[in-house]
């Protein structure tokens, strides 16, 4: 699959009585957002907030975080079997209005929604106080179910981010790159000398609230298959799920996804990025094993050298991690897994739930339970009624000057598994 992305640099969001693009600066009709999303007969309202990097501004609690894009050519459209009807995405030409997020924040669906700061010390943590972040509050009618309730937030995100990219359909791109995924039979030809290096992507689906949807699908039902990464890009694989803020994949993760971006990078240089398999992350045993059978199957079956396993979420997927690169690492393959750690607020506690001596390359975006002071801000957009719950959270963790102490695991992206995030170690 060949597909062209073409970047729209977004210097700034602005409200205003036409919407449309114009000189770098998304411009934005809010009572035509606000009649798209009240479609939905579950909300009573939304209100829209512009969240700039640097402005004294905090957001939460923060459900999802959407990257606005558009497909200009090619087959399908973005966001297929959610937005758009299922048809085979990832080829073709893509705008991406890059710079420019849609942030849906409201009542707390489970208690693992998360903060983003704009500035001081939680922008830090969080590489969404880098983009202009167009916030949808909404309010639920009452009577939903959290089920329900999650479900319509999560359907008008990408409501919102699919009408906002729709607008850089006839804009010409300030960057391009093309990104293509070969066959298997033509990737061996083209790089017959280069190890041939796959990713396993881990999706989190552990139960009501922890899902991923790929196509529209809800993977608990799918077995481990393939995917080209192009796909990925076009949407083809978005958020649905409560984990704690800080290594929950957003939509925007999957559309970035840095694993993809730097295989490519490398893509016949210094390896041959051969295949891309998806799996899932389970509740039971035997799920458990299921999946990761089937995950070494199909590495062992595509006869790669190496392959980079990333996963989601905490506690119990760590054992999904680990029966991954267990059985990977049995069939010859050498595995790199990307993970983070829970080692406590003093960082002497197990870092993951699992361990297997096979694990002996890790990759870790840092330990969730650090804790840190985040200042007072001069705005909420959200509220902050659920700071004490969400988790990272606790009783009293509010001062009297207005500083909320936390867990990094309530700012979101924090800790993220696919490393899009600044934290590191050496």
């Keep these: 699959m060949k597909l062209d992305v073409g970047y729209i640099l977004i210097k700034d969001i602005v409200f205003a009585e036409k919407s449309e693009i114009k000189d770098g600066i998304l411009r934005l009709n809010a009572k035509e957002l606000e009649t798209l999303v009240l479609e939905d007969e579950r909300f009573l309202a939304v209100s829209f907030d512009i969240a700039r990097p640097g402005e004294s501004v905090r957001i939460t609690p923060v459900k999802d975080v959407i990257e606005p894009r558009a497909k200009v050519e090619g087959q399908g459209d973005i966001f297929p079997g959610v937005i758009s009807k299922v048809d085979v995405v990832g080829s073709g030409k893509t705008h991406v209005l890059r710079g420019a997020a849609v942030v849906t924040v409201g009542k707390v669906v489970g208690f693992q929604e998360g903060i983003i700061d704009m500035t001081g010390l939680g922008a830090e943590y969080t590489p969404f106080s880098k983009t202009t972040n ?61 190890p041939r290096v796959g990713y396993v992507q881990m999706l989190q689906s552990q139960g009501l609230l922890h899902d991923t949807y790929v196509y529209g699908v809800d993977m608990k039902q799918s077995l481990t298959t393939m995917l080209s990464p192009t796909e990925i890009m076009d949407g083809a ?150 700071t004490e719950k969400i988790a990272g959270g606790f009783a009293g963790n509010v001062g009297s000057d207005g500083s909320i102490t936390v867990e990094i695991q309530a700012i979101t992206g924090s800790t993220n598994e696919l490393g899009f995030n600044y934290m590191s170690a050496r």
């Excluded at 937030?153 to 293509?180: H, Q």
């Excluded at 035997?286 to 790669?304: C, G, N, Q, Y």
């Design 134 to 194: 167009l916030v949808a509050d909404f309010t639920p009618r009452d009577g939903l179910t959290p089920h329900d309730y999650e479900a319509a937030l999560r359907f008008a995100g990408l409501k919102l981010a699919y009408a906002l990219g729709r607008l850089g359909v006839n804009i010409s791109p300030d960057e391009s790159k093309v990104y293509e995924f070969p066959s298997l039979m033509e990737g061996i030809k083209l790089y017959p000398d280069l």
């Design 237 to 386: 694989i978005i958020s649905g799920n409560c984990v704690s803020a800080c290594d929950k994949n957003t939509t925007y993760h999957h559309q970035n996804n840095p694993v993809i971006e730097d295989l490519f990078a490398e893509h016949g240089k210094t390896l041959n990025f051969a295949a891309m398999v998806i799996t899932n992350e389970n509740v039971y045993l035997a799920d458990k094993i299921r999946s990761s059978d089937w995950t070494a199957k199909l590495v062992d079956h595509l006869d790669l050298d190496g392959v980079i396993i990333s996963q989601e979420g905490f506690g119990n997927p760590d054992t999904d991690l680990i029966m991954n690169c267990k059985k990977v690492e049995a069939t010859g393959t050498k595995t790199v897994i990307i993970t983070n750690e829970y080692a406590g607020r003093d960082g002497t506690s197990q870092s993951l739930a699992d361990a297997d001596p096979s694990a002996d390359a890790l990759v870790t975006g840092g330990n969730s339970n650090q804790v840190v002071t985040l200042p007072k801000l001069d705005r909420v957009i959200g509220t902050l009624d659920y």
